[in-house]
């Protein structure tokens, strides 16, 4: 390019094809994106779907159900937990996801499981995890870890939804605050 060239850095006529062209392109792409089709992908690519999530609630629930059910000192927290789980499954199945709902219900639940985990170990030398085993035996086909599932729960919804993976909404349920054990494991 010699002196005379000098490429004007002002808006011109080619600008405006340019932006005409783009914006034309924008606008016939929105006119036909799904955008549910669009988020399912995303949620098939990250391996995620509502099943998957809902599934996984319903599996937390079912374990709690088995303590509500001895009517012992934490049945209060651990009902509510699971009305929370419940919410959670709603909220998750919902249109349009309500993100905000599912961060407050996520925060709700950690903290009347870890309530609940307290109130147990307080009054019956026991966590909840080793209520739920005491509760359901043999029917187990797997060892209970309630902060773990949990856990999990929240890794993938804070996945398919884009929430905060720090701070006080996203923070992990620790069970009264005590640091995990090597392994990531709570003492049960």
Same mark, same amino acid.
């Given at each position: 390019?010699?002196?005379?060239?000098?490429?004007?850095?002002?808006?011109?006529?080619?600008d405006?094809?340019?932006?005409?062209?783009?914006?034309?392109?924008?606008?016939?792409?929105?006119?036909?994106?799904?955008?549910?089709?669009?988020?399912?992908?995303?949620?098939?690519?990250?391996?995620?779907?509502?099943?998957?999530?809902?599934?996984?609630?319903?599996?937390?629930?079912?374990?709690?159900?088995?303590?509500?059910?001895?009517?012992?000192?934490?049945?209060?927290?651990?009902?509510?937990?699971?009305?929370?789980l419940?919410?959670?499954?709603h909220?998750?199945?919902?249109?349009?996801?309500?993100?905000?709902?599912?961060? +407050?219900? !996520? $925060?709700? *639940?950690? @903290?009347?499981?870890?309530?609940?985990?307290?109130? =147990? /170990?307080?009054? %019956? #030398?026991?966590?909840?995890?080793?209520?739920?085993? +005491?509760? !359901? $035996?043999? *029917?187990? @086909?797997?060892?209970v870890?309630?902060a773990?599932? =949990? /856990?999990?729960? %929240? #890794?993938?919804?804070?996945?398919?939804f884009?929430?905060?993976?720090? $701070?006080?909404?996203?923070?992990?349920?620790?069970?009264g605050?005590?640091?995990?054990?090597?392994?990531?494991?709570?003492?049960s």
């Amino acid at each position: 390019m010699t002196d005379d060239q000098v490429h004007d850095d002002g808006f011109d006529e080619t600008d405006e094809f340019v932006r005409g062209v783009r914006d034309g392109y924008i606008a016939r792409s929105d006119a036909v994106f799904d955008f549910a089709a669009g988020l399912a992908d995303v949620h098939r690519r990250a391996g995620l779907t509502e099943g998957d999530l809902c599934a996984r609630i319903d599996a937390l629930a079912s374990l709690l159900d088995a303590v509500e059910r001895l009517q012992g000192p934490a049945t209060g927290d651990v009902r509510r937990a699971r009305e929370g789980l419940f919410a959670l499954r709603h909220a998750v199945t919902a249109r349009p996801r309500p993100r905000a709902e599912v961060e +407050q219900l !996520l $925060g709700t *639940v950690a @903290d009347h499981l870890d309530r609940a985990d307290r109130v =147990l /170990r307080d009054r %019956r #030398g026991m966590s909840l995890d080793g209520m739920i085993r +005491q509760s !359901l $035996g043999d *029917v187990l @086909d797997r060892p209970v870890d309630t902060a773990s599932e =949990l /856990r999990t729960l %929240r #890794g993938r919804i804070t996945a398919g939804f884009g929430l905060p993976q720090d $701070g006080a909404s996203a923070r992990p349920w620790t069970r009264g605050g005590a640091a995990p054990e090597a392994g990531g494991r709570h003492r049960s």
